[in-house]
């Protein structure tokens, strides 16, 4: 179990030190473009899943768009304060 922060973490660390392996590495590699997509299908994927899934299979698609928007954070050299300022 982890939270907003602690993935967030984790997924610098992975920016920063590019361990062998990693999705995270791979779709920052892609790119702002490809990062935006997964983050409109993931945004999809939740849509249907409220409309017609269980609460399980939605609670996965949230942490998955939850993930793809923040691939898209480090992206675009985005911090958590950025973010935070606005809510
Ligand atoms: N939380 C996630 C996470 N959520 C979603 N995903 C990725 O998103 C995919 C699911 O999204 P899709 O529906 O696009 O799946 P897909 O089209 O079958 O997969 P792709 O071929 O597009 O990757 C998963 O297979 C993962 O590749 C995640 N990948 C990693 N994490 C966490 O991020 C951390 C770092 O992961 P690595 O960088 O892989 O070490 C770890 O704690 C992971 O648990």
Redesign the pocket.
Known sequence: MKTFDQ?FA??SD?AENRPEG????KALDDGVHAQGK?VI??AG?VWIAAEYQSDEELAEEI??LL?RVQVLMLGRGLSLEDVYRYL
């Open positions: 993935l984790e997924l992975r990693s999705g995270t590495v997964k299908e993931e994927e942490s998955q993930y």
